[in-house]
């Protein structure tokens, strides 16, 4: 029996999330056949900074969802014990663990700096004699392989040097395969090959240097700060995502029937959303999240493995974020029917004798993807942000899984320590920056491209 | 004007029973009373006379809806629906788990808040509005652009960030104020400078960029080219038609929100140590006191509601045309 064995792993929002990638490849294959849509696309991606921007989220996603390939490795049968039968590791790893090389499992002792070689703090050491005195300790991963430790910083820039190598050598394969199947395109796909260089080249880096070095330093409980950050992604990214898909569907429901149907129809609706907003958000969630919290507590034995508790959890927190939140966007297309249903097309389709369920599917809901799509993009960012003051209010991501919002909330009042400890609140904050940054340059591009309105403003100016 | 406002306020009716009814299905119904005493008395402690000590003790022993046993009246005023829900539409919040009036804690911590809240929101609407005129100045230049790109970063860094930033930028390395705390007699204002500038930097971002949309559309109207043409100058067709202009789209954003300002902010609060509602609720989130949760729900739902219906009446002071009717 090798160590190669495993046994998949299944979690539900593993599987929620491979359903959503194809639901969205489907919705958007079925935008494509519609020419004025791919007009707006391709405005959208005519522009360097939609092509940087969507490559910059598509890494995102695309580390998120390797994130999402759980398996259990077979643990080794011990010698001597006579058994066909294989036992696995508790322990949950993604295929992108395996692709990181083993950077989660270097762990140290405490708090160590970015590419130090000894601890932070002070601890009780023994010295030949047997004595005990206070000193820093080295680290276990670190600089295991230096012989003098003020060669430190010569051979970072050696290894540096061959990790950047091996970084443009795999970029200009992946860039090269790409030139030669779009060398015609008239998107500006350069400028996606230059994020794409970049990130193949710091990624190679960071996962050939976490062989020697802790690039992001370590944690309070000597965990590596940059696999952490990495971790996070997949939260994010399936936060934001799984959210406004719950959201979604009742958004759209309820807002499309109250401002088509009108009368009666409207007046609940219009009850439901105004009740549902007067409710400080923030309260209400906070509320369901701890109800939850309590169901989960009191049946611990629906639950298998610690990670299964902690991934019941997360998507409650996406159920509770979707169903609170659809307010705003139900008011959007609520009026955008009311408006829509006034226009010539839809009386001419009523005169005809059309019915309720074509109009609606043929003529109004066209008509209202836009806003749909403009809500997705921006709330994206919204939810990502959400997340980390979720985490700190102590309603957010369980503690157990990776999260932006836990590593910050761990390591808010480490910079009122003598010397600062910033290296965790660097991780989060780069790695969370750069998301959302890049998905709020994109819905800006987006809206610009679907939404006639703010067209006219700029066009006006 | 006053019909109208006895009728918003009459329509507020309905929506309030509906977060009542809500809460209540949330923290009677989906988690029953039992469940309550489990969490809040420790999986050790529980016993079914420990729950039902518990539950006495609070308030939490009698039926949900209809009390079987309580004759008249009492059938339905001695339940958990009548004693715990419909008294807050008297004002009455009862006590808390830890067994304080919630009433008076309510009202003694609503001022902290309301001193970082108030400031933050004029000192930022002003900050806001006078970058966006200043970016409009300039639109359609390179600096525009490079404006507008500045504005979508500062609005994708986490609030945390900018809180935790502050403190050690401000208060730790510079050394220029307290780092938290708050002290209504000895110099508040001391103690209130950074959580304000906190809070009308994070702001920036995203209140700049949304007023410069305002400007520019309003800058895109006939008006504002008739206005050139007849020869008037850029400075005075922003100050004089362009703002008073967008003042409508401006005031349905934000006057809604100046009732909510006695809720404060949590995370400013629990961050910089201000006794105010913000930190009250947090604390009682952490604590799971849910009968401070229900009571906060309530008053943010009026606040809400308040807001709104001065934002209406608001309109009519900004845009003379606009009659409620």
């Known amino acids: ?461 | 004007m006053f019909a109208y406002i006895v009728r918003r306020l009459l329509y507020a009716i309905p929506i309030l029973i509906g977060v009542n009814l809500l809460t209540f299905t949330l923290f009677f119904v989906v988690n029953s009373p039992d469940d309550m005493a489990v969490s809040q008395l420790g999986e050790k402690y529980v016993t079914p006379e420990a729950i039902d000590a518990w539950k006495r003790k609070n308030g939490y022993d009698k039926p949900l809806f209809v009390n079987a046993e309580a004759t008249g009246a009492g059938a339905f005023t001695d339940t958990i629906f009548f004693t715990k829900s419909l008294k807050l539409f008297a004002f009455d919040f009862g006590r808390s788990e830890s067994g304080r009036d919630i009433t008076t804690d309510v009202s003694t911590r609503m001022w902290p808040s309301l001193a970082v809240a108030l400031p933050s929101f004029v000192i930022g609407i002003w900050v806001n509005i006078c970058v966006a005129l200043m970016v409009v100045m300039f639109r359609a230049t390179a600096l525009d652009r490079w404006a507008v790109f500045v504005f979508v970063a500062l609005m994708s860094i986490s609030y945390l960030f900018y809180i935790i930033g502050g403190q050690y930028l401000v208060a730790k390395s510079w050394m220029l104020v307290p780092i938290s705390g708050y002290d209504p007699e000895f110099q508040p204002w001391k103690f209130l400078i950074l959580p304000v500038l906190v809070s009308v930097i994070s702001g920036i971002g995203s209140g700049a960029r949304w007023y410069r949309t305002l400007f520019l559309e309003e800058a895109g109207q006939d008006y504002v080219r008739t206005a050139r043409a007849k020869g008037a100058s850029e400075i005075s067709i922003l100050f004089k038609h362009i703002l008073p202009n967008a003042l409508i789209p401006i005031l349905t954003g934000v006057v809604v929100l100046i009732p909510t300002l006695f809720m404060g902010s949590l995370l400013i609060e629990s961050f910089f140590g201000i006794p105010g509602l913000g930190s009250y609720m947090l604390d009682a989130i952490r604590s799971q006191d849910f009968a401070i949760v229900r009571s906060m729900v309530f008053i943010g739902s009026i606040l809400y509601i308040i807001g709104l219906i001065l934002t209406d009446i608001s309109y009519t002071w900004a845009d003379p045309r606009v009659r409620l009717s």
């Not at chain 1, 006579?82 to 950077?103: A, P, Q, R």
């Not at chain 1, 820039?157 to 090269?176: D, H, N, Q």
Request: aromatic share 12%.
């Open chain 1, 1 to 461: 029996m090798t160590a190669m064995d495993f046994k998949p792993v299944l979690l539900w929002s593993d599987v929620l999330v491979f359903l959503l990638v194809i639901a969205l490849t489907l919705f958007f294959y079925r935008l494509r056949r519609d020419p004025q849509t791919r007009a707006r696309w391709g405005r959208v991606f005519s522009s360097r900074l939609g092509m940087v921007t969507f490559t910059v989220i598509m890494v995102y996603v695309g580390i998120a969802l390797l994130d999402s390939l759980h398996f259990r490795r077979a643990l080794p049968t011990p010698e001597g014990v006579d058994t066909t039968e294989i036992f696995y590791d508790n322990k949950v790893t993604s295929v992108l663990d395996v692709l990181l090389d083993g950077m989660g499992e270097r762990f140290e002792r405490t708090y160590s700096a970015p590419f130090a070689l000894q601890s932070f703090e002070k601890s009780n050491m023994k010295d030949e004699q047997g004595d005990m005195y206070r000193g820093y300790e080295d680290l276990r991963h670190a600089g295991q392989h230096l012989s003098h430790p003020e060669a430190k910083w010569l051979n970072v820039l050696e290894l540096s040097a061959t990790a950047l190598a091996w970084g443009l050598l795999a970029a200009a394969l992946v860039v090269g395969v790409q030139w030669i199947l779009l060398r015609g395109s008239k998107h500006p796909w350069q400028a996606s090959w230059a994020v794409q260089t970049v990130v193949i080249c710091l990624g190679v880096w960071l996962v050939y240097l976490s062989h020697y070095y802790h690039v992001l330093g370590t944690d309070q409980g000597g965990a590596d700060v940059a696999y952490q950050s990495i971790k996070g992604i997949r939260t994010g990214v399936l936060l934001g995502t799984l959210s406004t898909l719950v959201m979604l569907p009742i958004a759209v429901t309820l807002g499309v029937s109250a401002g088509y149907f009108k009368g009666w129809v409207d007046d609940v609706v219009q009850y439901l959303y105004t009740t549902l907003s007067s409710i400080p958000g923030i309260l209400l969630i906070a509320a369901s999240v701890l109800l939850f919290q309590v169901y989960i507590d009191l049946n611990p034995d629906y639950f298998a493995i610690g990670m299964e508790k902690a991934d019941a959890r997360f998507i409650a927190l996406c159920f509770i974020l979707g169903l609170t939140s659809w307010s705003s966007l139900c008011r959007l297309i609520r009026a955008e029917t009311l408006k829509i249903s006034q226009l010539g097309y839809v009386q001419a389709a009523h005169a005809f004798g059309v019915g309720h369920g074509r109009i609606l599917g043929r003529h109004i809901l066209p008509n209202v993807v836009h806003i749909i799509l403009i809500t997705f993009v921006l709330d994206f960012s919204a939810l990502v942000l959400a997340e980390a003051v979720l985490s700190y209010i102590g309603v957010g991501i369980d503690p157990s899984m990776g999260s932006w919002g836990n590593m910050i909330n761990g390591a808010r009042s480490e910079l009122s320590r003598e010397p600062a400890v910033w290296w965790t609140l660097t991780g989060a904050f780069f790695f969370m920056f750069v998301l959302v940054l890049a998905a709020n340059l994109f819905s800006d591009l987006v809206r610009d491209a679907f939404d006639p309105r703010s067209a006219l403003g700029r066009s006006g100016t």
